[in-house]
C-alpha cells in the first residue's frame, strides 16, 4: 500500500524551508502532496483522511484544528512534523500522542543559527555599533566619544549562559577564541558534562551575581519561566551586558527594563513580551538597547535545516527507529506550564 504524505507550507516555507535535498529525500519515502498555501480546510482534510504522514513547512502555514475528535477520524496518520514557531498550534498534542502518532518539532534544529545571532548582538552591545553606525549615517563622527567604559572587549570577559540546549552549546564553542569565563545554568546538564565542555555550572542566581555579561537562551518550561527573577536582574552589576535570544517569558523583562532605561544595563534583544513591540514602547528608544524583531533563527540555512530534520525523522520513522527530535508527553507538558505560569 502506497504510503501518502501531505506537505502543507505557507509561502515563506515554499521559498526558504524546501530545501531540493530534502524534498528528494521526501518524494523517496511516498506519495508526496504539496497543497496551495491558500487550500481550503476542507480540501486539506480530505487529503489528510488518506495520510501517513503530515508535514508543515513555514512561520504562518494555515493548518485546520486537529483535536481528539479529529484525529480520531485519521486513523492512518501516523507523524506530525514542524518546526518553525507556532509549533503545535492547530495540533492537541497528548491527543495524538495518545492515539500513538509520533509528533515531531525540529525547530532545535536552528539552535547554531541563533547562537551565532546572540555573538553577533553581545558584540554590537559590547561596542556600541549601532550607535556609531547612526552617528555616522546622519553625518556625524566622533566628535564627542561616548565614556571609555562604554567601547569593551570580548576578550577574558566571564559570561554567564542560561540555558544549554542547541544555542548555549554552539555559543560555548563561539567564546572559546575570545578567552572568556563561561559559567552556564541548565536543568539537565551534569557537573561532569559541564567539565567536559570546559564550563562551570552555577545556579542562575549565581551567574547572575558574576557575569559581564548575561545571555539568556532558553525556552520557558515549567522550570525556566521567569527563572531570571528580580532578584537576579537586581543583583547584575552595573553595565553589565543582558543577551536575551531564547523567550521574553524566561525574565522578569519589568526589572530588566528599569534598569536599562536607567543607564545601569546595556541590553542586546531579540525576542518580547509582546511581539511586534508597540510602537510606543520606552524600550524603542531606550539608551544601550540594540533592538531586533525576533529574527536570531531567520536564515536560509536554519529554515532549511529544520524541514531537512523533520524530513530525516519521518524517514527513522519508516523505518521503525525513533525520531531525533520527538516530543514527549513529558516534555510537552514541561513546555505548556512554562507558558501557562508566565502568561498568569
Known amino acids: 500500500m502506497t504510503r501518502r504524505v501531505l506537505l502543507l507550507s505557507d509561502d515563506f516555507g515554499r521559498r526558504y524551508c524546501l530545501g531540493p535535498e530534502a524534498l528528494r529525500r521526501l518524494d523517496t519515502l511516498g506519495q508526496v502532496t504539496h497543497l496551495p498555501v491558500d487550500s481550503a480546510p476542507h480540501r486539506i482534510a480530505a487529503h489528510l483522511s488518506d495520510s501517513w504522514a503530515l508535514v508543515v513547512a513555514g512561520w ?8 481528539g475528535t479529529e484525529l480520531d477520524d485519521l486513523p492512518g496518520l501516523s507523524f506530525i512534523g ?11 498534542v497528548p491527543a495524538a500522542l495518545d492515539r500513538g502518532i509520533r509528533c515531531v518539532d525540529a525547530s532545535g534544529a536552528m539552535g547554531a543559527d541563533v547562537a551565532e545571532f546572540a555573538l553577533g548582538l553581545l558584540l554590537s552591545c559590547l561596542r556600541d555599533i549601532p550607535a556609531a553606525h547612526h552617528r555616522l549615517a546622519a553625518g556625524g563622527w566622533i566628535d564627542e566619544p561616548a565614556p571609555a567604559h562604554r567601547f569593551t572587549s570580548l576578550r577574558g570577559r566571564r559570561v554567564g549562559i542560561v540555558g544549554m540546549g542547541g544555542i548555549g552549546r554552539t555559543l560555548v564553542e563561539l567564546l572559546r577564541p575570545f578567552g572568556c569565563q563561561v559559567e ?7 557537573v561532569e558534562q559541564a567539565a567536559d565542555l570546559g564550563v562551570r555550572l552555577r545556579s542562575v542566581p549565581e551567574l547572575c551575581a558574576s557575569a559581564d555579561v548575561l545571555v539568556v537562551a532558553t525556552q520557558p518550561r515549567r522550570d525556566t519561566a521567569g527563572v531570571v ?4 536582574v537586581g543583583a547584575l552589576r552595573r553595565d553589565a551586558v543582558v543577551v536575551l535570544v531564547g523567550r521574553a517569558a524566561t525574565v522578569d523583562t519589568t526589572a530588566l527594563y528599569e534598569r536599562v532605561r536607567r543607564g545601569e544595563l546595556r541590553l542586546g534583544i531579540d525576542v518580547y513580551d509582546t511581539e511586534p513591540l508597540p510602537a510606543e514602547h520606552p524600550l524603542r528608544t531606550a539608551p544601550g538597547v540594540v533592538h531586533t524583531p525576533h529574527i536570531g533563527g531567520l536564515t536560509v540555512e536554519a529554515n532549511q535545516r529544520i524541514f531537512a530534520a523533520v524530513v530525516a525523522d519521518l524517514a527513522r520513522h519508516s523505518q521503525g527507529g525513533q525520531p531525533r527530535w520527538a516530543t514527549s508527553a513529558d516534555r510537552y507538558r514541561l513546555v505548556a ?8
Not at 82 to 92: E, S, V
Not at 184 to 190: A, C, I, M, P, W
Request: net charge positive; hydrophobic share 30%.
Open 60 to 67: 504562518d502555514t494555515p493548518v485546520p484544528p486537529l483535536g
Open 82 to 92: 514542524c518546526g518553525q514557531d507556532g509549533r503545535w498550534r492547530f495540533l492537541d
Open 184 to 190: 552556564v545554568s541548565s536543568s539537565y546538564l551534569t
Open 229 to 232: 527573577d528580580a532578584r537576579c
Open 337 to 344: 506550564a512554562g507558558r501557562a505560569r508566565r502568561a498568569r
